[in-house]
């Protein structure tokens, strides 16, 4: 429960810095400072996209980098840097997290809810979920343990987690050109 309460308190932290990084334009400030940065500012934004402890600060960095670059170019790097800390994250939840969810999976004996996750159709539909969680705003470690229970393979997590990141990436960049 302690871990709840402190990672709440990040969390709301997090939310209140890009409240605050967007009200008073820092971001855009930023931008004008050094043109090449937006380049390397598109790739963090898209690393930190993907954590539930960063998400919201780099939802308000990419949609303010989208003003000003491409948004072609601004999802293509952040959907990069998206992978990057995504492959992060699949990496710690299959070496940590996953071990413990199948030891737990394996115990359990409520017969239909094991047939359901054996249940090779249900393991797709699965991993589609988790890729569209990828996709949205919400942060990625949801989708990833959804994709991770499932044991994909990295050659095949590593492109879905592109393509979805990228589509996220756009829908943002795009919703903040039409909000402005």
Not at 63 to 76: D, P
Not at 85 to 99: A, T
Request: some cysteine; overall charge neutral; charged content about 15%.
């Amino acid at each position: 429960m302690k871990h709840v309460v402190k990672d709440s308190v990040i969390i709301l932290c997090s939310i209140a810095l890009a409240i605050v990084i967007a009200e008073l334009n820092l971001i855009e400030k930023l931008l004008l400072v050094s043109g090449n940065f937006r380049i390397i500012g598109s790739f963090v934004g898209g690393l930190f996209f993907t954590s539930i402890f960063t998400t919201a600060p780099a939802i308000v960095f990419l949609g303010e980098i989208s003003q000003v670059e491409s948004i072609l170019i601004v999802a293509l790097i952040g959907a990069i840097g998206a992978v990057l800390g995504d492959m992060i994250i699949f990496y710690l939840f299959r070496s940590h997290v996953s071990v413990d969810l199948n030891e737990l999976i394996a115990q359990i004996k409520i017969r239909p809810f094991k047939a359901a996750l054996d249940n090779k159709g249900l393991h797709w539909l699965e991993i589609f979920i988790g890729a569209l969680i990828i996709a949205s705003p919400l942060p990625d470690e949801l989708g990833i343990a959804m994709i991770g229970i499932s044991k994909l393979n990295t050659r095949v997590f590593i492109p879905i987690s592109f393509v979805f990141n990228f589509a996220g990436i756009f829908i943002i960049g795009s919703a903040s050109r039409l909000i402005s």
